[in-house]
């Protein structure tokens, strides 16, 4: 029952936290999913782990703002993604773009991949046994011996 | 020595998270450094005076300071941006998303260091100059590019240490 409850109170508070963005009756209904997609994207500079559409943040209501009246303006979503991380920065987006000082977190997973996969191979080449020549030989002898022994037991051939 | 691998990565990621202790997360860096500053024309608390232009700032050194009466933090960097005007320095004070009449009740209470004072009402050249936590401070050259922005009050060490020598260094580039 208290996980029950704990659960419930989660996902409660999960619904109160997105209701941060404010309905809009200046927007046409495609640009109203632009806004709110926008809006999920941009993150809030005052409390950085929510997006602008989570954030209760003043500013926040302020970019908002400025997202709307863009979109009204008939600006593209690239055009306004610009015009807020040129104040802003890459970090006011969500999705960091591809460039120098992102590099290492775009491609260090992909490093980490591929210095895993060698390191695995390594160790597995490791663990195979080498054997020396006459190793070689000795295991042969053995197995040849199980043959002969296994062929002297074997059945008489079926009539 | 792929034994030691799991070492060598073990001492590299504590050297990340020990570096990552030290920073603040609250910092972001600002994309307006070493651009130009974000023009604006704003009109001054004091209805008497003639209204703030950013361009008839150009030809000198100047400093951005971003207040309002409602924030405390604003009240703990005063002593500094007191002192540095009474440095010489030139203080443009942006007040930010405040009342007219809060503003003048604090700079009457704690003094004024600021040469001109810009309202910001609506929040929208702060807005342009990628405000988000006031206190703000900005430095601008000669030329009109930001060359250093600080995010929150400013301390002792901040005065000493970085905005005291880069106003020298910038006055020393206009005089050469």
Known sequence: MKILGAIILFLCGSVLSAAAIELTDDLTPPQEIRYRALAEELRCLVCQNQSLADSDADLASDMRAVVRRMIKAGNSNDEIKQFMTERYGDFVLYRPPFNAATLLLWIFPFVVLVLGFFTVYGMARRRRIQLSAADKQRARALLDEVGEAQESQAPPPPL | ?176
């Not at chain 2, 450094?33 to 604006?40: E, I, R, V, Y």
């Not at chain 2, 700079?107 to 405000?131: C, F, H, K, M």
């Open chain 2, 1 to 176: 020595m792929l034994r030691f691998l799991p070492l060598a990565v073990f001492v590299v990621l504590v050297a990340f998270f020990l570096a990552g202790l030290e920073l603040d997360s609250r910092l972001v860096p600002s994309p307006l450094l070493n651009k130009p500053a974000p023009a604006f024309h704003l009109s001054a608390l004091d209805a008497d005076t003639p209204p703030v232009d950013s361009e008839k700032l150009q030809g000198q050194v100047w400093l951005l300071n971003v207040w309002a009466s409602w924030c405390v933090a604003c009240r703990a960097e005063h002593a500094f941006i007191q002192r540095l005007a009474g440095e010489g320095a030139y203080i443009v004070g942006l007040n930010y998303k405040d009342e007219n009449a809060a503003a003048k009740e604090w700079l009457q209470t704690w003094q004024n260091p600021y040469q001109q004072i810009a309202v910001d009402r609506s929040g929208e050249v702060g807005l342009d100059w990628g405000v988000y936590g006031v206190p703000e401070t900005f430095v601008i050259d000669a030329a009109g590019v930001i060359r250093y922005k600080h995010v929150g009050p400013i301390n002792e060490e901040d005065l000493q240490q970085t905005i005291r020598p880069l106003l020298v260094k910038l006055r020393a580039e206009l005089d050469a």
